[in-house]
């Protein structure tokens, strides 16, 4: 069977803090800079979600796009638009909310509520020159 791969946009603001909270203001500047401001600071974040597998021979669909739009809506926008990722989003309650942690809890969000049989990958943009990507391993 021929595998294809699917990819769905979407977007979320929010804003962020990080450092590592049993470090001194002082080392989380030197480390975090800018990004240590205790009074945060937002991105415009674009998200990348792609799905793989094989085409339904009956359908002709990898997945139905409407679904996998409400998916995105419910997982991500609703839980991380809008919102101050550090006090509002319980996952990152504990984890510095980096694009490389944001991209991984988004995985994981997605993936349980995705048939076994599809991969995923996820790619997040946090501006438009820098991204990063996870795909589980
Ligand atoms: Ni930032």
């Known amino acids: 069977m021929k595998k294809v791969t699917v990819h769905r946009k979407a977007h979320f603001n929010a804003a962020h803090r990080l450092y590592v909270k049993e470090w001194s203001f002082e080392k989380n500047q030197s480390v975090f800079g800018k990004c240590n401001n205790p009074y945060y600071h937002g991105h415009n974040y674009e998200i990348v979600v792609s799905v793989t597998g094989e085409i339904d021979p009956q359908t002709g669909y990898l997945i139905d796009m409407k679904i996998l739009k409400d998916i995105i809506k419910e997982e991500i926008e609703d839980a991380f638009d809008h919102k101050n990722l550090n006090e509002q989003v319980p996952e990152f309650k504990n984890i510095n909310p980096t694009a490389e942690n944001i991209v991984v809890v988004s995985w994981e969000k997605i993936r349980k509520r995705l048939d076994e ?21």
């Not at 996820?122 to 589980?136: A, C, D, H, I, S």
Request: cysteine-free.
């Open 117 to 137: 049989a599809l991969e995923l990958e996820v790619t997040l943009y946090e501006t438009p020159r820098n991204f990063v990507t996870y795909k589980g391993n």
